[in-house]
């Protein structure tokens, strides 16, 4: 076995071309999957069971089933239903629908932690509902989870590639292509490999400093 | 339009190739977070840097990735896996990295105490790490590893892209037979969650009798 | 009266915190010591560089005329392991907190070690503890789980178990104070009988000042980090030079120990 750098460094533009597809597939499903699973959360506390209930049993089944076949849902099941979606589009609302599903309940352990006292507080200043959440529970509750929520977005980077089984040119898949035309694998997988590694260790290190700035500004 | 029960027969086939990946792969798994956590915590380097390293590479990487990179990459080291066991490498040790931490947080998590009784005993470091720490550290282990197993569920499902004919490979093979996209995809998505619900459940029934010994005394 | 446990000039800081400013000490083969002195003062810190749970900064620390480390020991690695573990198997410990195994009932508990470490044979291991567990009083509790015991039980277990081991020293570090007041006195009459058999060198850490009195040979007043007063129960209850040392006992009958 021979690892062939020069080959390497030649396809490595290529690669980091798809990777913008892949990093933007990332953000797309982050915006998604941060708005729905404070939705999520917050039906899931509706004191309406209607509401409550089915949403808690929607969030557990998109939860414990596979993601590689949400995306074939979304891809092959919706068009029969007269929906048709672009495979980039197809693969961003599952994962953001798919990664909702952990937020909210990262979401919903950061309410949980508001001490009961908040809420007093706000319904003796007369907010409604809604304004308790939006301007007293909410700006408490997401601090301490942000962790947890930057963990999710690094998880749904390396859950990326599933979208080159329903056809988007991501970084997984134009390495696929490059082995195929080149019969060289070994160079565009191991610098994929690479490419995942290095984005998630700076992803990593960049989500403690945040940790810290939110830690220190609190005191 | 074929009947359901024309479906079932080659969705079954698919599900028994889930069920022996899954728990191949847990196999594999549950062996590689007890050498790398205990590994993490040694005190000696050549034990500690290759499990950070393990550790940081599978978890760092993409599943998607680390499978193809052993269905390709491998055999020109000359290890030719099946596709099969390939897959249950990959996604063993995968799930393995992530394992490994929680082991470590249960390790670490065992009260000082314990390891102070152990020491003004004259228990060797093996002694107290195998017989005092890690039957501790077991209880605290469960729940996050029930997680980790029904993510492993839900992973094997990624075989089906290296041609594995587990059951989501079955469905996309049957799909594209018989167009019947809406009634193929919800029965596996049932099966998967059906799955996952005994896995956790199973998990919870572990705890159960775990933490019976510690809380109420039964005689073992 | 031979000497058994030798400190010279011993340092030990936690961080930036100073907590054993050299202490010199010698402490004979048999003798019981009571060890008394107000919190962060170094009590705790002095059983355990004995039970060698932690390291010296500075100085010698000698067993029965042995040093526990040596020039070879750099400061994670220590060079002889089963020479520490030989010298380490003369001395045992009982923690304020019990640390018993949650996970093994009562005699496992005390039969894990001599089984284990000692190598005892299964019968003899399972008779030893059952004799011991007689002795602290237990002997119906053998089946029992530490969980089901009160916090006096499981101190008594506790020290079944590091009596197992048969150790020349034994260390007791404030084992009353995790309990009820009415579950002390069990326990101060159990040590009470194991220093008048007389059979090992015992260094107790406690705050109880009567029982002090009663049952050591000698007593070490510490005082930031430093051997402040020594002397026999009657001068140092009584007579103490230091003011120091008054003012502690002052303050201890006020709180009426």
């Not at chain 1, 290190?205 to 005191?219: D, F, P």
């Not at chain 2, 995968?94 to 009784?117: K, L």
Request: proline share 5%; charged share 20%; glycine share 8%.
């Amino acid at each position: 076995m021979i690892f062939d750098w020069a080959f390497a460094w030649h396809i490595l533009p290529q690669l980091v071309k798809a990777l913008r597809i892949t990093i933007a597939a990332t953000v797309c499903g982050t915006l998604i999957a941060m708005i729905l699973g404070l939705a999520l959360a917050a039906a899931r506390r509706a004191r309406s069971r209607w509401l409550a209930w089915p949403v808690a049993g929607f969030v557990e089944f998109i939860r414990g089933t596979p993601l590689l076949v949400q995306m074939y849902v979304l891809f092959y099941v919706l068009p029969e239903a007269g929906v048709v979606l672009a495979p980039f589009v197809a693969g961003v609302i599952a994962l953001g629908l798919h990664y909702s599903t952990y937020t909210s309940e990262v979401y919903r352990a950061g309410i949980e932690g508001i001490p009961r006292g908040q809420w007093d507080a706000a319904a003796a200043l007369n907010f409604n509902r809604w304004q308790t959440f939006r301007h007293i529970i909410v700006p408490q509750a997401i601090p301490p989870v942000v962790p947890a929520l930057g963990n999710y977005i690094v998880s749904m980077f390396k859950d990326t590639p599933l979208l080159s089984a329903i056809t988007v040119l991501e970084v997984l898949q134009q390495a696929k292509l490059i082995g195929a035309q080149t019969f060289r694998y070994i160079e565009p997988l191991t610098l994929v490999g690479a490419l995942f590694l290095v984005l998630s260790l700076i992803s990593a290190a960049g989500i403690r400093v945040v940790e810290h700035r939110l830690a220190r500004g609190k005191m | 339009m074929a009947p359901l029960t024309e479906l079932i027969p080659p969705l079954a086939d698919g599900l028994v190739v889930t069920i022996e990946l899954t728990l191949g792969a847990a196999a594999i798994a549950i062996g590689a977070a007890f050498v790398a956590g205990v590994g993490r915590l040694s005190r000696h380097h050549w034990l500690r840097y290759p499990a950070i390293a393990y550790i940081e590479i599978f978890r760092g990487t993409s599943a998607l990735v680390q499978l193809f990179w052993f269905y390709f990459v491998l055999p020109l080291f000359g290890l030719n896996l099946s596709a099969m066991v390939a897959g249950m490498l990959a996604l063993g040790l995968n799930t393995g990295a992530y394992g490994a931490e929680v082991v470590r947080g249960a390790i670490q998590a065992v009260p000082r105490g314990q390891r102070e009784a152990a020491v003004a005993l004259n228990m060797t470091r093996a002694q107290t790490l195998m017989r005092i720490i890690v039957p501790q550290a077991v209880i605290a282990m469960l729940p996050p590893a029930g997680n980790l197993l029904i993510e492993l569920l839900k992973n094997t499902s990624l075989v089906s892209l290296i041609a594995i004919a587990e059951l989501t490979f079955r469905a996309q093979a049957l799909r594209a037979a018989t167009l019947q996209t809406g009634e193929i995809f919800a029965l596996i998505l049932i099966l998967y969650f059906a799955m996952s619900l005994m896995i956790m459940g199973t998990v919870r029934w572990l705890e159960g009798r775990l933490a019976r010994g510690l809380d109420h005394g039964r005689v073992r | 009266m031979e000497t058994i446990v030798k400190l010279s000039k011993v340092e030990k800081s936690y961080g930036a915190l100073p907590v054993l400013r050299g202490i010199d000490l010698e402490i004979g083969r048999g003798e019981v010591v009571s060890v008394i002195g107000p919190s962060g003062s170094g009590k705790s810190t002095l059983l355990r560089l004995l039970m060698t749970l932690d390291r010296p900064d500075a100085g010698l620390v000698e067993i029965d005329g042995e040093p526990l480390w040596t020039e070879a020991d750099q400061d994670g690695r220590i060079a002889d392991r089963a020479r520490l573990r030989r010298i380490r198997g003369k001395i045992g410990m009982v923690f304020q907190h019990f640390n018993l195994f949650p996970h093994m009932n009562v005699l496992r508990n005390v039969t894990e070690a001599p089984l284990r470490v000692l190598k005892v044979p299964a019968a003899e291991a399972d008779a030893r503890a059952r004799e011991y567990l007689e002795m602290v009083g237990l002997a119906d509790k053998v089946d029992a789980w530490p969980a089901q015991l009160s916090g006096g039980q499981k101190q008594r277990v506790a020290i079944a178990r590091a009596l197992a081991m048969r150790p020349a020293i034994m260390l007791f570090d404030e084992i009353t104070s995790a309990l009820d007041p009415e579950l002390v006195g069990g326990i101060l009459e159990l040590l009470r009988e194991l220093s008048r058999a007389r059979s090992m060198t015992m260094i107790i850490v406690t705050h109880q000042m009567r029982f002090a009195e009663e049952c050591s040979d000698r007593v070490l007043f510490f005082d930031q980090g430093v051997i402040l007063e020594e002397g026999p129960p009657k001068i140092i209850f009584h007579e103490p030079r230091e003011e120091r040392t008054k003012e502690f006992l002052k303050s201890i009958l006020e709180a009426g120990a």
